[in-house]
């Protein structure tokens, strides 16, 4: 059996060797980061839970990709560029095929975004993963959820709906075929943190969050926390390339309402909607304008012929689905 | 049932209103820091998992104390002064009597440290808590574990053993009165981080560390890192109250491996004697001089009449132990 040090050091500390942003990492009390001048830290933390946010057999390497990606979306929507996080995790036992997986999985994201992993506990118990993660961004360029204006376009980037749909076939709740099923799951699997979008969009959008609940629920914190309300032109939201084949009735279910997505969702003024576009491009990921902010509080759902839509919405809850 | 957003709001909210160095707290994607300039920020994560870190039906008040007081702890082994922390936690239920104890027990230590609630993440799941801790302290001046020199003091704060003590009397290895178990058991339920000691040793000690698996595991760090070794005069050991009073083998035993006892464990030159002393009493911490580093590697322990004492020495580690 590998001990608690053992553990750490094998699969983890190569990642940690000090830089000039990093003065000491992984193997003190704590580790020191030098900030730079004039920036403020961002800083999130994300429990994964077995059984509630991965499957307990979850593969090692997509669950180590996906534990990261959630932590880096966060920073992407305050628009901040990842500096490193820390990794605090229970195991039931110390499996090094699993460790090794995992790890792999963790690191190759980190590595894409330049993220380095600079402190960490483990301890036995059932799997629970805890990331907390540090970036950094101008002083007041922050994207937050409270910036939203009377005005205001709403957009979101990628599609949504894929990672709910796959979710839903693993439950049986629809049939897809298994090429299908597997383009869905990837989404739930592997999503991508919008971190290029969100440092494109500094001083363009107001406010900004990343959809993990579902673009409904999450949109409502920005509404409820910047006082206002809004339409969403809900047969213009993106739907993922496999929710697309699905009936109507469950695209516009799963776009407004599917967890899981990591997508950013942002409002800007009307005016900056080149500026949104040239944005898309430069970090290469597609952006959809999907409603409009208003001063009348609530969501208000408009098909295509400017109807309104009656739906009710579920958004997901820990503490409140069975 | 709380939602996820009310359980946050309800409980740990009123503690994260922003401030100078706080630009923005709980109810974002990210909280941000404002580092003061020339500062080096110190992040530190430990997980404390039910069943394995404290008894499932721990007392929530006394359990909030500690989980943070582990994090302060390695705050205080930096050398640092707290800024805030992050919490996640998964839990079986949503208990408000439960909640409101537990954040009872950790915002009061927080509020003493003036370590902010910065963010968290509450979820389903077995209980296990994750605490995220930031501290900032002058560049170059951290007190690491690396830093130990050939001739050094060893020294250590306060007193040693009795929370092993108490864990041995509920597993019935030993019989204590009620009211000794009592004042025992206060040392593993709310130990006492060693902050203002760790300010006051800038500048002084060379390496440290604070003591959870016990204190000739925990000095082995100091000594690997620092490619070195140690004589420890094991009966200076300074033992906590109650186990004092107990036979000279279980002294000798849980002083020098008894952990949980988040005690500060240092080494400074021996001309520094006088400072180290004068540390002690401007933060109002015992301190004991207990032993010294040595060129030759390895920890060799002496007792009183400079006699070698053989003894097998079991440090925690949570993947060896049973």
């Not at 429990?47 to 669950?63: E, N, Q, T």
């Not at 049986?172 to 999503?191: F, Y």
């Not at 997508?263 to 005016?271: G, M």
């Not at 909607?273 to 944005?279: C, K, L, M, Y």
Request: aromatic share 6%.
């Amino acid at each position: 059996m590998l001990s608690e040090f053992d553990l750490i050091k094998r699969y983890f500390a190569h990642h940690s060797a000090p830089d000039a942003m990093l003065a000491l990492g992984v193997g003190d009390d704590c580790a020191l980061l030098n900030p730079t001048p004039g920036m403020q830290i961002a800083i999130s933390s994300d429990m994964l839970v077995s059984g509630r946010h991965f499957f307990p057999d979850a593969d090692p390497f997509l669950l180590g990709h996906k534990c990261l990606a959630v932590n880096l979306s966060d920073l992407a929507a305050m628009g901040a560029k990842p500096l490193g996080f820390t990794l605090a995790f229970s195991l039931p036992e110390a499996n090094p095929a699993w460790l090794e997986q995992f790890a792999r999985g963790l690191l190759s994201l980190a590595d894409a975004h330049q993220c380095r992993l600079i402190g960490g506990d483990t301890t036995k118990g059932p799997l629970n993963i805890c990331i907390t993660i540090f970036g950094e961004l101008p002083k007041d360029s922050a994207l937050r959820r409270d910036a939203a204006q009377i005005g205001d376009d709403i957009w979101v980037s990628g599609s949504l709906g894929d990672a709910r749909l796959a979710l839903a076939a693993y439950w049986k709740e629809v049939a897809l075929s298994e090429s299908d099923h597997q383009r869905a799951a990837q989404r739930m699997h592997q999503p991508t943190p919008r971190i290029a979008l969100g440092i494109a969009l500094r001083g363009i959008a107001h406010a900004a969050l990343d959809i993990s609940d579902g673009l409904a629920g999450d949109l409502g914190h920005i509404l409820e926390r910047s006082g206002l309300g809004a339409t969403l032109f809900v047969d213009q939201l993106p739907a993922g390339s496999v929710l697309q084949q699905q009936t109507l009735e469950l695209r516009r279910q799963f776009t407004l309402t599917g967890g899981d997505d990591y997508e950013l969702c942002f409002t800007a003024p009307a005016s900056r909607r080149a500026d949104i576009i040239a944005a898309g491009h430069t970090s290469n990921t597609p952006v959809t304008r999907i409603g409009q902010i208003e001063a009348a509080t609530g969501l208000r759902l408009m098909d295509d012929q400017q109807q309104p839509i009656r739906m009710t919405l579920h958004s997901f809850d820990h503490f409140s689905t069975p």
